[in-house]
């Protein structure tokens, strides 16, 4: 099981829709990362939140729009996607930096189809 | 930056030993992750290592690292048909939030 949790677990959307991407974890953690991974594919760092204030964007398209409402959430939200941003989106978090390796903790991810 | 590389495919039969293998270029104080990764899940954290060791034992896991050629090395031993997965290896430079992942390894176990 993960400490991480995504919601959905399953996202369909048109190219005009506008949804959000949801993570929760409780263990404290004061990192939190959103990663893209494509089938067959390493994932992808998009957007890193320290401290909730946005630390780094890896020159992600201003379509996807991060947010961190508090220690504890992070947000994704998707607005005029398209077909290639289909994808698993997975959202992960880490103790800040040197705390024993700050490993990251993955969540399950939401596999998203951009229709 | 880093660069992390990784083989494609593994093929073991259940009950013997898996290795998978990896090397990474940066040369400043690092922790090495081993992920796995199951169909239609999340990554899995295995285990990890901080570069100023050799090696760590967990359970039926052991990593090995030879940080003069920089080569980092997943052994699985006993494996299992729930040992199937993508393996990811993964580095994290010392005070650095960006980690970078190799390839990924496919182990398939077969009965």
């Known amino acids: 099981d993960t400490e991480v949790t995504q919601t959905p677990k399953h996202l369909v959307m048109g190219m005009t829709n506008k949804k959000s991407l949801k993570c929760e974890q409780h263990m404290g953690h004061r990192a939190m990362y959103w990663y893209k991974q494509k089938a067959k594919k390493p994932p992808e760092l998009m957007f890193v939140y320290s401290y909730e204030k946005l630390s780094i964007n890896e020159s992600v398209p201003s379509r996807f729009s991060p947010e961190c409402p508090n220690s504890s959430l992070l947000n994704l939200h998707l607005h005029a996607l398209q077909p290639e941003d289909s994808a698993l989106y997975l959202c992960?978090?880490?103790?800040?930096?040197?705390?024993?390796?700050?490993?990251?903790?993955f969540g399950n991810g939401t596999r998203l189809t951009v229709t | 930056g880093e660069d992390v590389e990784q083989s494609l495919f593994l093929s073991v039969r259940e009950g013997d030993s898996s290795v998978i293998n990896c090397t990474y270029t940066?040369?400043?104080?690092?922790?090495l992750y081993w992920y796995k990764q199951e169909p239609g899940a999340g990554l899995q954290l295995l285990t990890y290592i901080f570069s100023n060791m050799d090696m760590k034992q967990d359970q039926r896991l052991t990593v090995l690292l030879n940080k003069k050629d920089k080569h980092l090395s997943l052994r699985i031993a006993d494996t299992q048909t729930g040992d199937s997965a993508i393996y990811f290896c993964?580095?994290?430079?010392?005070?650095?939030?960006?980690?970078?992942f190799g390839k990924g390894n496919q182990v398939v176990v077969i009965p």
């Open positions: 993964a580095e994290r430079p010392y005070g650095n939030n960006r980690l970078a």
């Open positions: 940066d040369s400043s104080s690092t922790y």
């Open positions: 992960a978090s880490s103790q800040e930096e040197a705390v024993e390796g700050s490993p990251l903790h």
